[in-house]
């Protein structure tokens, strides 16, 4: 059994450079051991006590954030002891994209259902999932604590019982709620294929079933107080399916004698969030005319970026990286580079030639392509990203 003690070695190891840069710990410490050292030092003071959680409106959603460094570092060894003791791992999205593909392909009988469970982390309920773990008697005390804090800050603040959105806590908790129903999915007669992506579910059924499927779906759901979310419902013969999916837009075209064709292109709504940053860093150029701050905020949308080092190469993230199983060669981004050299010479902006000049070369389509990875600090990309939260 993993132990759960909130202690100097074991936050120490938790941290990462991300934590580093956003609690901007290098400048208010001597070092991060010295932020180790207060951290758990405040723990011991105030007997492991969370302050309120604050909030913001991110995409017209709430979105919830520790207060302080003290309580962000006490979850986030909270979401790793129940992560660590419950095996719990989000589905990898490149696989199920993979899978699907590949699946597809198959010129069989069977339909696809494309589910999405309705404001997934606001209805599965806390108090639920406390009840479980208190009846378990895995958790330690000390995580106990934590998570009845969190749920009686959004039950006496927010009139929230659900899961907050923000805290890092909240995916892992989604998860262990969602297992069971999963297994559920996989394990009916009729079912061929089932995976979900967080609130996403894609569904192969045999064809004849897949309204009984959808049915039996809808129950499991109630009986753990979820709904389905009706705007994002697709239900369709796999040698005709045309739908979105974890970014993709998916469309099928049957062959006669042969495999089934199967086109991923990114989809328009993620076309549209990238004209939406573009747009967004011009306009806050407008106000700050930092030219050098623009250019690499084109760069860093265009380009691959390092996420993680590991023992099995770099964890990159990025276009190329994010939509690899697209099947128009990324042909939709040169609209993208369209829109960008709009904007680069539209009067509003006011960029003069020789600052045009400087960002001109940038090309979503090439450094696509080209899988180009730019090098950016975490202290860069604190200062890149700040403008899109809402974009």
């Not at 790793?80 to 989000?90: D, E, M, S």
């Amino acid at each position: 059994m993993l132990k759960q003690i909130f202690d100097n070695d074991r936050l120490a190891k938790s941290l990462s450079s991300s934590d580093v840069w956003q609690w901007n710990i290098l400048s208010s410490y001597t070092d991060v051991d010295a932020a180790v050292e207060h951290t758990v030092q405040s723990w011991k003071e105030n007997n492991l006590s969370l302050s309120a959680l604050k909030t913001e409106i991110v995409n017209n959603k709430k979105v919830f954030l520790p207060n302080k460094m003290e309580d962000a570092f006490a979850i986030k060894l909270l979401d790793l002891f129940i992560r660590r003791i419950y095996k719990v791992r989000q589905s990898d999205r490149n696989r199920i994209v993979r899978q699907l593909k590949t699946l597809l392909k198959d010129s069989g009988e069977y339909h696809v259902l494309r589910l999405d469970v309705k404001d997934c982390y606001e209805t599965i309920s806390f108090k639920k999932l406390i009840n479980k773990f208190e009846n378990q008697f895995i958790l330690a005390p000390e995580c106990l604590k934590l998570l009845n804090s969190i749920h009686n800050d959004l039950s006496s603040n927010h009139d929230m019982q659900g899961l907050p959105r923000g805290l890092s806590i909240s995916s892992t908790l989604a998860e262990l709620y969602l297992e069971n129903l999963d297994k559920d999915i996989a394990s009916h007669p009729d079912v061929i294929y089932s995976a979900r992506y967080v609130d996403d579910l894609i569904i192969l059924v045999a064809s004849g079933q897949e309204i009984e499927v959808k049915t039996e779906i809808e129950k499991l759901m109630r009986d753990i107080d979820l709904d389905l979310n009706p705007d994002k419902y697709y239900c369709g013969s796999a040698k005709s399916a045309e739908f979105e999916l974890l970014g993709y837009s998916i469309k099928v075209q049957e062959i006669m004698r042969k495999p089934n064709k199967v086109i991923l292109k990114i989809s328009q709504p993620k076309v549209n969030k990238l004209k939406t940053r573009i747009m967004t860093s011009f306009c806050d150029y407008k106000k700050d005319r930092n030219i050098i701050l623009l250019k690499r905020r084109l760069e860093y949308l265009s380009m691959l970026k390092k996420v993680k080092k590991g023992e099995n190469g770099n964890l990159l993230a990025g276009i190329a990286h994010n939509y690899q199983y697209v099947t128009d060669d990324f042909n939709c981004l040169k609209s993208i580079d369209g829109f960008f050299c709009q904007q680069l010479v539209n009067p509003r902006f006011g960029l003069n030639p020789q600052e045009q000049s400087l960002v001109k070369k940038i090309s979503f389509f090439g450094n696509t392509i080209n899988r180009k990875v730019g090098k950016f600090s975490k202290k860069q990309t604190v200062q890149i990203m700040r403008i899109w939260k809402n974009a």
